[in-house]
């Protein structure tokens, strides 16, 4: 019997696919209107591959993906993957750990964008809870522009245990609240840490909160009282990652 397969669409994606896990794509349709210059990048990636690349009508392509920004580019995978544990990361690395973990994030093109933040500022994992949150769906998938292929995306059954475990790694968990009485700018923190951000609109649940070594919060000058979720992980990962290697560094053991 076939196994299971999805749909990825977008150039970002696809090529993403191509170059992390070529060996999951079984083939690719390409609206056969299409001669650019992307696609015949495209086209140069999936030979050496030896994926095979379909010309198909604009209306397959439409009918394949309706209503999807799919670019005129959609690869069939398959859809089961060996499902990736926070020990498998961890166990792996060869400096200090850069963690995203993302507390109850419902829309998926908030996740999604959140994992291209995490993408570029160079995060070893996204973290979240099984439930109550959105889960990697096409559309997630689709916004982040080819970084849910790249960034290892761990669910977890009970989210506050893993961040005991975390920090039992020797992981500061930094998490952002809006009442905290530090601000991002001005707090210290080691280079081995997890970013915690909460849902849109709720923030971090209790328990979580509870769980921080650290809450910061994100000035804010304005008139508005808070950022969507994935512009405030760009603000933290990448005032984060500045100061990888910088002064404002603390070691976990003092």
Not at 52 to 66: D, H, Y
Not at 149 to 172: D, K, M
Not at 178 to 203: H, K, M, R
Not at 248 to 253: I, M, P, W
């Amino acid at each position: 019997m076939p196994s299971a397969t999805r749909l990825i669409f977008g150039f970002h994606s696809v090529l993403a696919k191509l170059r992390h896990d070529a060996g999951a794509v079984r083939e690719i349709h390409v609206d056969a209107a299409r001669h650019d210059a992307r696609l015949r990048d495209l086209r140069t990636h999936a030979e050496f591959a030896g994926i095979r690349l379909l010309p198909v009508a604009t209306a397959r392509i439409e009918a394949m993906a309706p209503g999807a920004r799919h670019q005129g580019v959609i690869a069939i995978v398959d859809a089961t993957q060996r499902r990736l544990t926070l020990d498998d990361v961890l166990d792996t690395l060869d400096e200090p750990a850069f963690l995203l973990v993302l507390d109850g994030v419902q829309d998926p093109h908030n996740l999604g964008a959140c994992l291209r933040v995490a993408d570029a500022a160079g995060a070893h994992a996204v973290i979240a809870p099984k439930d109550r949150a959105v889960g990697l769906t096409q559309t997630a998938v689709k916004v982040a522009s080819g970084a849910a292929e790249t960034v290892p995306y761990i669910t977890v059954t009970n989210l506050a245990r893993s961040l005991r475990e975390i920090r039992e790694r020797g992981i500061w968990v930094v998490g952002t609240d809006a009442e905290a009485p530090q601000d991002l700018y001005g707090a210290i923190w080691p280079i081995a840490c997890a970013w915690v951000l909460g849902a849109e609109g709720e923030g971090l649940r209790r328990l979580t909160r509870a769980t921080c070594d650290q809450l910061v919060s994100i000035p804010m000058l304005g008139s508005v009282a808070s950022l969507n979720v994935s512009v405030a992980t760009g603000v933290c990962l990448f005032e984060a990652r500045r100061r990888i290697g910088g002064p404002k560094t603390a070691d976990r053991s003092g």
